[in-house]
């Protein structure tokens, strides 16, 4: 044995388990146990062949009773049996409770059974001062760094692989789903979240738009996922929604890694490209079949097409102000009607701010046509003089025809993105074909709409009274007039929730004839 050199071999028990603070902390993801596993595990390996790891003890519970750590039992059972020599945890607080109970091991316990204690993150070594047992003593300053540093090469490459295996290492769970209490790295459904997720879907596969879905839920008083989990009051928007309906999460299909940090140094977060991507399916129920997942793709990219024509659906659109805040009435579907009502009330109804104005659209729009039938008519029955030499139009066709030019240009942008979608194949050849001819004729009826102000304004340049005459023959002619017509006529029509109505004409000579003929 003389001058032989003695090869010391470390019988070395890795201890895991969760401490107060963690769960305090709310379990944060660094802190679990996959976590700490995965960097003691590295940490062995390094230590090289004169440490063999002998078993992975774990204690889920937080407590740190002796109750609650059957395999602490377990390890101190196998050290009274020689086969652990060598103890080694993330920090201190994994031992024990507090540091009595920690010191008792430390100071008294492991030094009379001769073993090795080992906290990588306290650089704790309680063989460091005897000689020959240095070799640890290099790895705990890198350790520590590597442990504060967090995203270290070595746990970003057990986190990818956890990633790349579909496993949720995400922080928050998706709406509808929530985290496995026997896996947190697995996905399971929330049914209370769940059935406002299948109301999205279900709506956006009938066609509804995304603003739709979203009036709905604020107007039913749905619940978003911050209100549902901590309890805040907070309202959909039309991005949340959107980033729901996208989300393949939903099929069952986990997608992570999207985007990282810049560096442990820099929190900012980066998106990565797409080929880093772990895309795993599988990995969970879905809350929404495939088919119907993928039908909302296409229609939410037709959708995003054809925006740009939705404006003038309702002749009335646009035009109806609220008389009591001044902001837009709009309108919305209300069961089998259309209802109108106060943007600014719909936005922030629980503040109580303003009021409905939610009074049926078609039947006011229906009064509205009639009223003007009537003014009009009556202009021109009694032939009233328009001939005011202050009645200056202040419509500027230019500025409707710049309009109507943007349109176009929107359209055409429109369709260069679905050719660029129908080769990615995003879409199919016959979707294509189908909007192709949608938004060409859409681009047809604007420049219809152009051509028409254009000869307007040649006719009536200089005249503004010919120019009333001109739009109001043009309104009688007509079985009912266009969005354009009705745009040049009227300025606005404030609705009171008294129902009472006022309409602003664009020319100050409706305005006064308006009051005359009552
Ligand atoms: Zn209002």
């Not at 003389?2 to 201890?15: D, F, M, P, S, T």
């Not at 204690?59 to 020689?82: A, C, L």
């Not at 929604?241 to 999460?249: E, W």
């Not at 729009?365 to 328009?386: A, D, P, R, S, V």
């Amino acid at each position: 044995m003389l001058g032989e050199i003695i090869r010391k071999v470390y019988k070395v028990a890795i201890y895991i388990r969760l401490s107060k603070e963690d769960a305090d902390k709310g379990f944060d993801e660094s802190e679990s146990i996959t976590n700490q596993k995965t960097l003691l595990l590295e940490y062995v390996k390094k230590l090289g062949p004169n440490y063999d790891l002998i078993d992975v003890y774990i204690d889920p519970g937080y407590t740190g009773t002796n109750f609650n750590r059957p395999d602490f039992k377990r390890m101190i059972n196998d050290i009274n049996f020689g086969k652990v020599n060598m103890v080694v945890t993330k920090d201190l607080s994994r031992l024990g409770r507090d540091y009595i109970e920690t010191g008792e091991y430390i100071e008294k316990w492991f030094p009379e059974n001769n073993v090795r204690y080992v906290s990588i993150t306290d650089g704790i070594d309680t063989f460091s001062e005897n000689n020959g047992n240095n070799d640890i003593a290099p790895f705990k300053s890198i350790l520590n760094d590597m442990y504060s540093k967090d995203l270290s090469k070595k746990i970003r490459t057990a986190l990818h692989t956890m990633q790349s295996q579909g496993k949720w290492v995400g922080g928050k769970t998706p709406l509808g789903y929530t985290k496995d209490s026997n896996d947190k790295n697995k996905l399971v459904i929330c049914e209370e979240e769940a059935k406002i997720v299948r109301k999205i879907f279900e709506m956006a596969y009938l066609g509804k738009s995304v603003g739709n879905i979203k009036n709905y839920l604020n107007d039913n008083n749905i619940p978003t996922a911050h209100q549902l989990r901590y309890n805040e009051l907070t309202y959909w928007s039309n991005r949340a929604i959107k980033r729901m309906l996208v989300n393949p999460v939903y099929k069952g299909v986990t997608v992570q890694n999207k985007r990282s940090r810049i560096s442990y140094k820099n929190r900012k977060l980066r998106t990565n490209p797409e080929e880093q991507w772990y895309i795993v399916e599988n990995t969970h129920e879905p809350i929404v079949e495939a088919s119907k997942f993928d039908s909302v793709q296409k229609m939410q990219i037709a959708q995003n097409y054809t925006r740009v024509e939705k404006k003038n659906y309702f002749l009335l659109d646009g035009l109806m102000v609220c008389y009591e805040c001044k902001h837009k009435i709009g309108v919305k579907k209300d069961r089998n009607n259309w209802g109108m009502i106060c943007s600014y009330y719909r936005r922030f109804s629980k503040l109580k701010v303003c009021s409905a104005h939610g009074f049926n659209y078609t039947r006011f729009e229906n009064t509205i046509l009639t009223y003007l039938k009537k003014l009009f008519e009556n202009i021109c029955e009694e032939k009233i003089e328009l001939n005011m030499k202050d009645s200056k139009s202040i419509v500027d066709y230019s500025v409707l025809q710049d309009k109507i030019k943007k349109d176009i240009l929107i359209i055409n942008g429109n369709i260069d993105k679905m050719y660029m979608d129908k080769l990615e194949n995003k879409i199919t050849e016959a979707m294509y074909d189908r909007l192709y001819n949608k938004l060409q004729g859409d681009i047809k009826q604007k420049e219809k709409e152009y051509l028409e102000l254009e000869k307007i304004k040649n006719d009536v340049a200089g005249s503004s009274d010919e120019e009333i005459k001109k739009l109001i023959k043009e309104y009688l002619s007509l079985e009912k007039p266009t969005p354009e017509l009705m745009k040049l006529l009227i300025n606005r029509i404030e609705v009171h929730q008294n129902k009472d109505i006022d309409i602003y004409f664009n020319f100050r000579r409706l305005n006064e004839l308006k009051e005359d003929i009552k």
